[in-house]
């Protein structure tokens, strides 16, 4: 009995198994190597290529972290069998719409229980991939974490609080204590008989309790933060009015300021460069304690600014400014600020300004 034999091609299905088996591992590495795998290999990421059935069949080391194989990985199974993640209704609608009309998901906020790590806030993006190596992809599936995030962001938080706190407790403190030794020179400047001794002594316990008002006002307002300028040279010039102007003194300090705010590190200038010429107004303009008025006035328009300190004391002698420390550390201040001074020359008393013009 004659056997007939069959020209025809083995189907498809067939073909696989009639290839040795170091091929089919050939062919299964030509897959793994395909731009898609790669891609997948070396995002950081987790990443994931679903088939058409949204089983996984590949996925970033990050992603296989967070949803493990339920299987070994070996060469037979190279990805194993990887979990997917629970997708509510919702979602596994919107990736159906990716698979069957190639719709994008962009940056899709979901909740998603991953093991051992509990509910999870994630961002899912979602693409349908077209990959000539690996038909049985289907589509691209990438996770952002914002639970790790919004955890980062808390403690970041937190820990620029803590750090807030202690330093308007160093700046209170740093006050107390400068405060403390500007109490003691002055006493000491009482009990000096050289009068060249007692007037440095009383300069120091000045510039002391400056820097001492300055710490202060920024424990009230708080480092690090932008200062509203009305209201802190207002009450800086309480303040200085309170300790460095006797009972028995007619000297008066007031403040205005056109509305706007300072950081807190440009205020430190501002308020060192208010106190030294508070300082040299009580000094030269009211030496004898006279009575007068000390104005401090601070106006902007747009980036430009102007801060004036002036008075209706004795003013400087015709042909005369005093250049002393005072009027070093204002300059310098000025140039910290990016300002310069300008000596003003009014009817009576004196003028200072320090001006910006951007």
């Not at 038909?135 to 937190?158: G, S």
């Not at 310098?332 to 600020?337: H, Q, R």
């Amino acid at each position: 009995m004659e056997r007939s034999v069959s020209n025809d091609p083995a189907p498809d299905h067939d073909a696989m198994s009639i290839v040795p088996r170091d091929h089919r591992m050939h062919i299964e590495s030509d897959e793994k190597n395909s731009l898609t795998h790669v891609l997948i290999a070396t995002v950081s990421e987790p990443l994931a290529i679903l088939d058409s059935s949204f089983a996984v069949i590949a996925a970033s080391r990050s992603y296989r972290k967070m949803f493990p194989s339920r299987f070994p990985i070996t060469l037979d199974r190279p990805f194993g069998e990887l979990s997917a993640p629970p997708w509510d209704n919702a979602v596994l609608q919107l990736l159906q719409d990716v698979r069957s009309q190639g719709t994008a998901i962009e940056e899709l906020e979901i909740q998603l229980d991953v093991p051992q790590l509990g509910k999870r806030r994630m961002l899912l993006n979602a693409r349908r991939v077209n990959d000539e190596a690996n038909r049985d992809a289907a589509m691209l599936v990438a996770l952002e974490d914002l639970t790790a995030r919004d955890e980062a962001d808390d403690l970041k938080a937190d820990l620029v609080e803590k750090q807030q706190m202690l330093l308007l407790e160093v700046h209170h403190r740093v006050a107390n204590s400068l405060q403390i030794i500007a109490s003691i020179l002055l006493m000491k400047a009482r009990m000096v008989q050289s009068e060249e001794t007692r007037l440095h002594l009383h300069d120091v316990h000045h510039r002391l309790v400056s820097v001492a008002t300055v710490q202060r006002q920024l424990s009230v307002t708080g480092a690090g933060n932008n200062v509203e300028l009305g209201g802190y040279l207002k009450a800086l010039c309480e303040s200085l009015a309170s300790s460095m102007i006797a009972d028995d003194h007619g000297v008066t300090i007031v403040s205005s300021a056109t509305s706007g705010s300072l950081k807190s590190e440009d205020a430190v200038s501002f308020g060192l460069i208010v106190t030294e010429l508070v300082i040299n107004s009580l000094k030269h303009g009211f030496p004898d304690g006279g009575a007068g008025c000390i104005e401090v006035d601070f106006v902007r328009s747009g980036s430009d600014w102007r801060l004036s300190v002036c008075d209706d004391g004795l003013g400087h002698p015709p042909g005369r400014i005093h250049a002393g420390l005072g009027t070093s550390i204002i300059e310098a201040l000025a140039k910290s600020l990016h300002a310069k001074v300008e000596i003003g020359r009014p009817d009576r008393g004196s003028e200072t300004a320090i001006v910006h013009v951007a």
